[in-house]
């Protein structure tokens, strides 16, 4: 497997590193303090990670399905398919796959010889446990639950192949297939109870999960009977590098990041955007991976006045001062994005133009809109009601920097005339608000691999929630000609057209302003100087730890 | 002979300011000096700064403590003589002994830090001076705080606790003082012992009675300086000193009733008392009148008319129910059994609604005042609140009468907006007299009203009480332990003990001719001057 | 025998107390608008499927009337049964033998370093002079009025990042409980500072203090002696709201420090609405004060047995 | 208290009603305005605290969220204060089967650690400024209580009291002219040094992000704001910080000076 490398410098000052493959664009790793040394890969040692995330209460990725789960998770399960280096997807634990004619069936061949940490072959079995334990309303799956939606029934053919009959053609289901959440695990371990095996999920990855130590850490050890799918010559032993990982979950930002430098933990996640810019001063390495799928952006709630208007969308949209907060908040570690989806996405279109600051085109807007009386706190008014914008934003899932950042537009939006209620609530009533369209502006991340995310988080279907009660379309887009578009575009062979038919359907959704995008979802790692071999990513850009390898 | 104690010219201040100005005096073995004075006389300082425990800057052209210069003795060398070859005994026993350790261990640190005994020698040295001072069952009651003991015993492990290092210096800062005359006798007698076994003894005290008994040489302190030195015998027959003299005559006991204890007094002419008039009923009756809590009898079946314009005396020791009595009386607590008469209406066992009416008619002193007042309340205004039965605490309308009250206890009018924490105790005393005066009640209960005070002071607010009964004809209810003082106050006494009333009748018949075997005991162990 | 009715009464009152706990927690749950099963799985954001939601229905017997279902839930008390923790997936009752521990040590650690500065500090003050004083004064009035969560990252910053010195998170070793232990005992060694200066300064002005001066020994003899009993006796008693405060601070030290604990596991059930977790917490930290005031009333006893009777 | 510490003291209580009831007067700039280019600027004459990530400016938003701050402090002291006057005077007044109800109903409350039943209260009710009121205001109320309690009880045994009863005061002057008054005294230098530790408490739970939202300047959030940005501008999280500080040790000061000892509040 070639999955993402991000490291130009490693690339070209250190050949003899076991790493192959070129860069995707748009990802960058600041200097790798090790790449110059021309260092030769070591075995033993066991690295440390910390985690910013909340942690998981399930390590199987199937159930729920977000991106901490994915980053651990990417230690000990494999995908069917990954991506290369230039965002193709490539077979992994699959060695082929076909798709017929009708495009409403997919078959697909495993490698052979691959086993799982409980000591199980990996067979066509595993399969079909593993799309039907993500379709179990039991399992409670979100991600995966929605990536493999379209799989009606599957058929064994063999030991090693299986046949996936579709309800709808799906181009993306590779895609989809690729991703973390929709990862293979024993189907022996699936069989366990659901505590069980969220505490130690079987899967077929370099590191198995020895013992999971709550609040303290996750401990992976090295899969000792380890086959990469992707066999590489140099490298002496297909088995990792690294005796294991210590998978600690450190919240605090301030305190992960001095364990970082005093030296007690190795790499960490979620670094605070200041840090990352002072890291190469500080002798520390930064990994960054943009997440794929969507933008992160803010969303407005269409369905309901006062966004039920598209002038008063507009009109936001000219209303804040998106790039100097961007600027003054993430030290040039964020890119501003005016595209819906990711900067990894090639699919991805972007327009500038409809997120110009103009506080005089949005005072026209809203006059034109009939919010043109103001309160005596400044606030526009329109039969006695506020221009008042409810704006719950997750703790969990936005970061400080990003917090702030909605503080500066809430500031900037007010002498226009909008209030915006900044509600902070964790996720558990982050989620309640959102169930009860308590919302105008909302921001919630999504990641999936390729363009199929815009189905998920535009088209009109994804307005009717789920019996949990959540829906993804927070944009409450209904638009009959975009949901045409969106399904058409799944459904083609054609890949010219399958971008034609996503350029429009994004176009659509810029032109209603309903969205504002702001930078790619972050995802930025800081590492100590004695980790080498840092830059292999999933096909959602979460840190494989195959090739790393700690000084002695 | 050479001297233990040797001091010339010893001075003790405290930040500047003179506590004790060139004071000089000798002590030796087999002699007993007392060093007499009132409270901020600087006896106590004196006492200290011969075991180096002043905490103030000392000077003196002197100071020989046991043969060594204590002014150039080291800490260490001072800990090696203090509880050792000088020891103190402590006024108040419950205080002078950690309340959270063993009375034994406490006794047992003077052996640890003086001998190399071992913890068994020690402890057996420990019974046995426990029993050499006869407090009983010493094996248990060394394993018990002082918390746990009677004052008696305390007293007695407090002298064990000097007895132990066979000290060649006694000092005994204020030994006696506020105990029950009994418990007085006892230390006495202790000291007398130390002194015959040719220990140098000095008693600090502010009672000249008590020290006379015990005393070779007296020497009186006021404001720092010796004013008066000599024998017991000539101190108390020939004083020279004026004030000497104001300490002799503040002595009650064996004064007539009404004759002043202060100088400044006029001499008030006996009185005699008028016949009990038939048509007017007694001041108070009580009647069989019992008091039990938690089974535990603190008055039983007490008894006694109080003519109007009278004093009766109660007298009795601490715990024998003289306050618990005061207190029925005063309908505070409900008795068992009983009941309680003022001026013909019946006061007590009745509804506090009742009651009420009568309340202006009976007033109360109690021995510490202040925690009686309003701690808010400024001297005016307590007797605004006094005088308006409650309903206002502002001056005004009343400002003339709250002068009048000032007046008549003999309070400077300028104090009345003073808070009573500000004022001395016999100001105090003066303060809750006043109050109490207010309503013009016919009868005052008075709870140990002078104990607090020092002779001098007690001396003026015992004429200013007498002076009172003579112009208003107030009954007083006067309890006390001092026998001296009801000897002196009162009309009629009765003696209280466990509870009963163990003897009653008029004054002098009672002192004269005690009947009750218990009486006598009390008689005896009261010290006489005259 | 009089220690076996101590004994009785003690377990006695902790029951009464522990059911006044729990009743005031049934009663908070019931309170919680819309259906308590999903109230009680996390409320509307959790996304509890119907199988779990109807597994909790039973399990609470949230069909039955109201009456019967507090019985239910005293009656799963009485067995221990907490019920299962739907944020952690495990059994409440495992997950506190797993959480209960590191709080308590940290919390027991904390509550001996207090003591032991404060000891020391009012050592000190004993000894100082009057600009010594007033700066003990300000220095234990402003320890304890730091908040922990600053006074964590302070320590932080100072120790782990500028001078590398300590680790900044918990690492299992020694040195990693150094920074928690202090964030914790700081504040509380100034109150308790405070409270023994008070009690130290009677007590060494007191006759029995003169009266042991008197037999020879030296300060710190009487210090030792008796100053310390006297000092330790109101700070004794303030020990169970001291290590009830401990236990709050625990939330944010665990939380800054990344140690594993109760305090972090509340707070991360508290956000996940975790109700039989918040529960089973509550039940257990009030469970461990009244073992803890037990204690130190036993040692009270020791200390001074006349005024524990009264 | 002596006549320095009284002016001190109404110097220090003058000072934070001013600035809670009219900060624009200390600072007179907005402390909600923005200006990304001036973010975390250090501490200089333009900006004696500096300013935050997004511009603002430190002092301003210190001075500003004294009203926040102590608001939270003073209501929370007031509720719990108010259910301890209840249940103390309850207490000591019932009879004894009553008073033994009362006190375990507070031994209960008081067995959850404050900060415990905060959180555990903001599990039922969601967090906010008012759960948080509630919260610290209940978690307080035990501790009060039982001082409420002893202290009536004492004030009932007083020789004040029966000094009064002697002089033929009924029971309603008694409660009025005496027990009311002394009993609230002591509660007052007990309450000044509470609202230091409310303020505390209130602050921790912003830090936990279950009190104050953004972008109000309320000290705990500033506080907890800030301390991502530790490293970068510790100004960010020491003045806030600061601010508890002073406010806390203030009123431990003048609650001592007040007479007030330090106790389980």
Known sequence: MRRNQRATRLLTGALALPLAAALIAGCSSTEDPSANKDTKPVAGGTLVYASGDAEPSCLDPHVGGNYPQALVASQFMESLFTKD?????????????????????????????????????????????????????????????????????IKLVDDLTAELKLSAPDNALLESLSMPWTAIQSPQGLKRDQAANCAAPAGTGPFKVESWDRQQAVNLVRYEDYVSPAANAERASATSYLDGITWRFIPEAASRYAALQSGEVDVIDNPQPDTISTAADNGLGHLDAPRPGASNRLELNSSKAPFDDVRVREAFMHSVDVNSGINSLYFNTAKRSYSLLSSVEPLGISDDSKFTTDATKANELL??????????????????????????????????????????????????????????????????????????????????????????????????????????????????????????????????????????????????????????????????????????TTAVSSPIYYNVFLDK | MNPLLAVENLSVSFAGQQAVDAVSFQLAAGECLALVGESGSGKSVTARSLMGLSGGTVSATKLMVCHEDALALSEPAWQKIRGNS???????????????????????????????????????????????????????????????????????????????????????????????????????EQLAALKNEGRAVLMISHDLA????????????????????????????????????????????????????????????????????????PALVVENLSKSFAKHPAVVEAGFVLPRGATLGLVGESGSGKTTTARLVLGLERPDTGSVTLLGDRFAPHSEAARRGLRENIGAIYQNPLGSFDPRYSVGQILTDALSAGRSKRATGYKDQVGRLLEQVELDPVLSTRNPRELSGGQRQRLAIARALAPEPKVLVLDEPVSALDVSIQATVLDLLDRLQQETGTSYLFISHDLSVIEHMSDFVAVMHRGRIVEQGPTAQVFGDPQHEYTRILMTAMPRLR | MKLLAWLGRKVGGALVVLWLVATAIFIGVRLIPGDPAEAIMGGPGSQASAEALANARSEYGLDLPIISQYFLFLAKLIRLDFGTSYSFKDPVLQIMG???????????????????????????????????????????????????????????????????????????????????????????????????????????????????????????????????????????????????????GAVVVEAIFARPGLGRSLLSAVLARDIPMVTGIALFSALVYIVVMALTEAIERLIDPAGAES | MSRTAKILSSLFILFWVLTAFAPSLIAPADPLAINPSQAFQAPSSAHIFGTDESGRDVFTRVIHGAGDSLYIGLAATALGMGLALVLGTAAALAPRWLDEVILRVLEALYSVPSLLMALLIIAFTGPGVGPAIVAVGLSTAPGYARLVRSQIRTLKNSEMLEAATVLGRGTWLKVRNHLVPNALQPLLALVTLGIGQAVIWAAALSFLGLGTPPPAPEWGAMLSAGRTYLHLAWWLSFFPGLAIVVVAAGSTLIGRALGGKVKAV
Request: charge should be neutral.
């Open chain 1, 85 to 153: 280096a230039e965002g193709k997807i490539i077979p992994w634990l699959a060695e082929k796959s076909e798709v017929s004619a009708d495009g409403l069936t997919r078959t697909i061949t495993l490698r052979d010889g691959i086993t799982f940490h409980d000591g199980t072959k990996l067979t066509s079995e595993a399969i079909k446990a593993n799309i039907e334990h993500l379709q179990d309303p039991n399992t409670a799956s979100s991600t995966g639950y929605l990536a493999v939606g379209k799989v009606d029934q």
């Open chain 1, 367 to 536: 006059d034109a809109a009939g919010w043109s009386e103001r309160d005596s706190e400044g606030y526009r008014v329109k039969d006695g009601k506020r221009l008042t914008l409810k704006f719950p934003v997750s703790t969990n899932q936005s970061v400080p920097a990003e917090q702030s950042l909605f503080e500066q537009m809430q500031a900037a939006a007010k002498p226009v005339g909008f209030e915006v209620k900044i509600e902070l609530l964790d996720l558990s009533s982050w989620y309640g608000a959102l169930a009860k369209h308590e919302y105008d502006l909302v921001s919630a991340p999504y990641t999936k691999v390729g363009p199929s995310v815009l189905r998920i988080l535009f088209h009109s279907d994804s307005t009717i929630p789920a019996p949990s009660g959540y829906f993804a379309n927070n944009a409450q887009i209904k638009d009959p000609k975009l949901d045409q578009l969106l399904v058409d575009a799944e459904q083609t062979n054609d890949e010219a057209e399958r971008a034609e038919l996503y350029k429009q359907a994004q176009q659509i959704v810029l032109d209603g302003y309903y969205v504002m995008p702001l930078y790619d979802q972050q995802n930025h790692f800081l590492y100590s100087k004695n980790v080498h071999g840092m830059g292999e």
């Open chain 2, 86 to 188: 000088v020891v103190m005994i402590l006024q108040d026993a419950l205080m002078a002994l950690d309340p959270l350790r063993p009375v034994g261990r406490e006794i047992e640190d003077v052996l640890k830090e003086h001998s190399s005994l071992n913890k068994s020698q020690r402890t057996a040295k420990v019974r046995e001076i426990l029993a050499a001072v006869e407090l009983p069952e010493p094996e248990r009651r060394m394993k018990q705080r002082s918390t746990q003991l009677s004052g008696g015993m305390r007293q007695r492990v407090l002298i064990a606790q000097a007895l132990i290092g066979d000290p060649q210096i006694v000092i005994a800062d204020e030994a006696t003082t506020a105990l029950d005359s009994r418990l007085a006798a006892l230390v006495l």
């Open chain 2, 210 to 281: 008590q020290v006379a008994q015990l005393a070779d040489r007296i020497a009186v302190m006021r404001a720092g300086q010796i004013v008066e030195t000599g024998p017991t015998e000539q101190i108390l027959n020939h004083p020279q000193h004026e004030y000497t003299r104001t300490l002799l005559r503040a002595i009650p006991s064996g004064v007539p009733r009404f004759a002043p204890l202060s100088a400044g007094t006029p001499v008030n002419e006996p009185r005699q008392l008028a016949p009990a008039s038939t048509d007017s009923a």
């Open chain 3, 98 to 248: 797993e959480v209960l521990p590191p709080t308590i040590n940290l919390a027991l650690l904390a509550l001996v370093v207090a003591w032991l500065l404060a000891l020391l500090f009012a050592l000190l003050a004993m000894r100082a002079n009057k600009f010594g004083r007033l700066l003990g004064n300000a220095v234990e009035i402003v320890a304890a009025a730091v908040p922990h969560f600053w006074l964590g990252a302070v320590l932080i910053m100072l120790f782990s990042s500028m001078l590398g010195w300590l680790p900044a998170v918990a690492n299992g070793t020694p040195a990693g409980l150094v920074l928690p232990v202090l964030t914790l005992a700081l504040p509380l060694a100034g109150f308790l500072t405070q409270l023994m200066r008070d009690s130290l300064n009677t007590a060494m002005g007191s006759q029995f203090a003169l009266a042991a001066r008197a037999r020879g020994e030296s300060r710190l003899t009487v210090f030792r002696r008796h100053g310390l009993r006297h000092a330790a006796l109101p700070a004794l008693g303030l020990t169970g709201w001291a290590f009830s405060s401990l236990l709050s």
